[in-house]
């Protein structure tokens, strides 16, 4: 049985400022530190849970901020980008079950450095509708891929915006948000704890999960943080404008759609 852990920073415990997940600083080596050690833990829990191999994906800003030398020795590390499946990188090498390990909310919540994709470019994103967040966008990639979400962590925010779409999962609450840069939190031990628990119990029970799944065709609706924004991305022509800070595009499968959202995050670098 293969786990792939996909582990993102800003629901890690401990972590509540930008400063903290973005490298170049003291507190950024510090918090990368507890986003290794939640992926450790992430680690043990799966093979004591029965997990033969475990892919370890690292899914924050530039997927090089894992510590390769403080990695549990018996998983491997998905590093650096470009890579198609993003932060669902290591599924192409056929996985049985994904884990979100340090995961947020999505843009314009509540949840602490909450966000979608990219901060600066992207406001809103809908899939045929429905609004989703990066676990959401990413478990349904992994979903059309038939592979399920058994464990999610993060803030208290994260969690109910996102519980429904993995039904079976376990989740790990690691702190509660006040607000975007406040809130309590676990120790980092505590949730390594708790973390090594679930995963534990979400490969024993792995059959009780379903993969989130979102038929084709495909539409995305993505609201911009601004109208430049708007009027660079729609220079690709498959893009169609809906007004000042809205656009929308129609694929066929969800890979296609979050490879166009990366593009178009990418892209969003001319204007900073």
């Excluded at 969690?159 to 999962?169: K, M, N, R, V």
């Excluded at 708790?194 to 534990?200: D, M, V």
């Excluded at 999960?209 to 022509?237: G, H, K, N, Y």
Aim: with cysteine; charged share 20%.
């Amino acid at each position: 049985m293969k786990i792939l852990i996909s582990t993102d920073i800003e629901g890690v415990a401990g972590v509540f400022h930008a400063e903290q997940v973005r490298a170049g600083n003291g507190e950024y080596e510090r918090a990368r530190a507890w986003m290794t050690g939640e992926a450790n833990a992430a680690v043990q829990g799966a093979l004591a849970g029965g997990a033969t191999q475990v892919l370890v994906n690292d899914s924050h800003g530039g997927f090089r901020n894992l510590l390769p030398d403080g990695l549990d020795e018996r998983a491997r590390l998905v590093l650096g980008k470009p890579r198609y499946l993003g932060m669902m990188g290591g599924l192409e090498e056929g996985c049985d079950a994904v884990f979100m390990i340090g995961y947020h909310s999505r843009s314009q919540g509540r949840g602490v450095l909450a966000h979608t994709i990219n901060s600066f470019a992207f406001a809103r994103v809908f899939i045929n509708g429905m609004e989703l967040g990066e676990a959401g966008l990413y478990g349904a990639l992994a979903g059309e891929m038939g592979v399920p979400v058994i464990l999610a962590t993060g803030d208290d925010v994260f969690i109910a915006e996102t519980a429904d779409l993995f039904p079976g999962a376990q989740w790990v609450q690691t702190k509660v948000a006040h607000g975007q840069g406040s809130g309590v939190t676990l120790s980092p031990a505590a949730a390594r704890r708790a973390i090594a628990a679930a995963a534990e119990t979400a490969v024993r029970d792995l059959r009780k999960a379903v993969p989130f799944r979102i038929a084709p065709p495909i539409e995305c609706r993505l609201q911009t943080q601004s109208a430049a924004l708007a009027d660079l991305f729609c220079m690709w022509p498959a893009l169609e404008r809906v007004d000042g800070v809205t656009l929308r595009f129609t694929t066929d499968s969800m890979q296609s759609a979050i490879r166009t959202l990366n593009s178009l995050a990418a892209m969003s670098f001319m204007l900073r």
